[in-house]
């Protein structure tokens, strides 16, 4: 790294925030190029503007450190090294590079010399020499490889995970040249002390992310299919699940759900099926594993609605009670959660529903999880937080005077509700 030592981080998001406190952390001066105001404000207080474990603890001990800034001009002045952590969403199961694009439009006036600019956003094989490169070389009358240099470090980052945070997970990346990747290589070793793999090109490093994921969403989906299959033949398939784990070799546990969430698995295939169907190839397979993970929150009023009749009522006009709204546990990320798809579908079908995640209370319709249980006919737990887990004990249900469980993420005890006389059904079991 130069003398200056000043790094941009443009979008502080789920994945530009917690670069921007690592950076600032490990001694770096640090602009956040971001357009959302508000976000802006909260940030230069110290005050995280999303829940996430890592920039809670971090934001407030780097205030100063970092300077969020609408202002670009003024961001990539003196900048080193420029890394664009913008949403790339699937519009319709289509890649949507818009937000990428848009970024490099507006930082590519500004680039300098010698500047390292890295894609850390999500993209398929060929987006950065085919797409970004023409229009950073456009905007700032540089050429790529020689005048500044270009490459991709595929963002891993998983919000809520206490064991593995944004300083100990592996990175690899690739740049559009040797001096750039070294430059690069070397930037990211003085941030995070993990491995720093070296890959031969940018397309294989823009194809490491987005195989990732699809194996995550391939193997959700085989489990998906087994619990709707286990379900019809009454075997419980987290039985199975764990007696299979018992060889030591060859197997790996995956878990059935209410479908799959979050910016990166349910997103991500698409931009490989796009990539492949780019080059002349159809991933019938991939569209399939996308096919049985999108059913999953209808397969879990199916489920609900089954549980109903054995109560001798029907899901129009019942009292259901949906808890979580995030695709995972602990943070306040909504996006693409199957929880809302759920939600969607039991207010159609004419449920009484009422909706509690201590973590996304805008979108909830009840202050706390006593009121939205009480008196509910069905619980359905659809985010597993530990504070659910926690007081939903068989006691505390049969208090509320529930009738029945779905628990779509197989995360109660089971056996002790149904001794309650309460209705339960888990997926797959």
């Not at 925030?17 to 940030?43: S, T």
């Not at 003024?74 to 090294?81: F, G, N, S, T, W």
């Not at 790339?88 to 199961?93: C, G, K, L, N, S």
Request: neutral net charge; proline residues 5%.
């Amino acid at each position: 790294m130069g003398a200056n030592r000043k790094i941009v981080v443009i979008g502080l998001g789920y994945v530009g925030l917690p670069l921007a406190c690592l950076c600032a952390k490990k001694g770096f001066e640090v602009a956040g190029l971001e357009i959302d105001e508000g976000k802006i404000d909260l940030v230069n207080s110290g005050k995280s503007p999303i829940k996430d474990n890592y920039v809670e603890e971090n934001l407030p001990k780097v205030v100063g450190k970092i300077s969020a800034t609408s202002d670009t001009g003024q961001a990539l002045k003196d900048a080193e090294v420029a890394i664009v952590c913008v949403p790339t969403p699937a519009v319709d199961d289509k890649p949507d590079l818009g937000f990428v694009k848009q970024a490099c439009e507006t930082i590519a006036p500004f680039v300098s010399k010698g500047v390292l600019v890295v894609i850390e956003s999500t993209v398929y094989p060929g987006t950065i020499a085919e797409v970004l490169k023409p229009i950073l070389e456009k905007g700032s009358g540089l050429k790529a490889g020689k005048d500044f240099f270009l490459g991709h470090c595929p963002e891993r980052i998983d919000p809520g995970n206490k064991e593995f945070s944004i300083e100990d997970i592996p990175r690899v990346l690739a740049c559009l040249s040797k001096e750039g990747s070294e430059k690069a290589k070397k930037f990211y070793e003085s941030i995070v002390g993990a491995r720093i793999e070296l890959l031969s090109s940018v397309e294989s490093a823009e194809a490491v992310k987005v195989v990732e994921n699809t194996f995550r969403d391939v193997n959700i989906a085989f489990v998906n299919e087994l619990a709707k299959s286990f379900d019809r033949m009454g075997i419980d398939l987290g039985e199975v699940i764990k007696g299979a784990s018992t060889k030591p070799f060859g197997y790996m546990p995956f878990y059935p759900g209410p479908g799959v969430g979050g910016h990166c698995i349910a997103q991500d295939p698409y931009y490989l099926i796009a990539s492949a169907k780019k080059a002349g190839f159809e991933h019938s397979f991939l569209k399939l594993a996308r096919e049985i993970n999108n059913s999953m929150p209808a397969y879990v009023v199916t489920l609900v609605e089954e549980t109903l009749k054995k109560l001798g009522t029907e899901l129009k006009g019942a009292k259901i009670c949906l808890l979580g709204l995030s695709y995972k546990p602990g943070i306040d990320d909504t996006r693409e959660s199957p929880a809302l798809k759920i939600a969607e579908l039991l207010r159609a079908k004419g449920a009484a529903l009422k909706v509690f995640d201590p973590f996304v209370k805008g979108e909830s319709n009840t202050g706390s999880l006593d009121e939205a249980v009480k008196g509910a006919d069905l619980v359905v737990l659809a985010t597993h937080h530990k504070q659910f887990l926690e007081k939903l004990t068989a006691t505390y249900i049969k208090a509320k005077r529930v009738k029945a469980v779905v628990d779509a993420r197989n995360a109660l005890d089971g056996s002790s509700i149904k001794s309650k006389g309460i209705l339960y059904k888990g997926i797959g079991k």
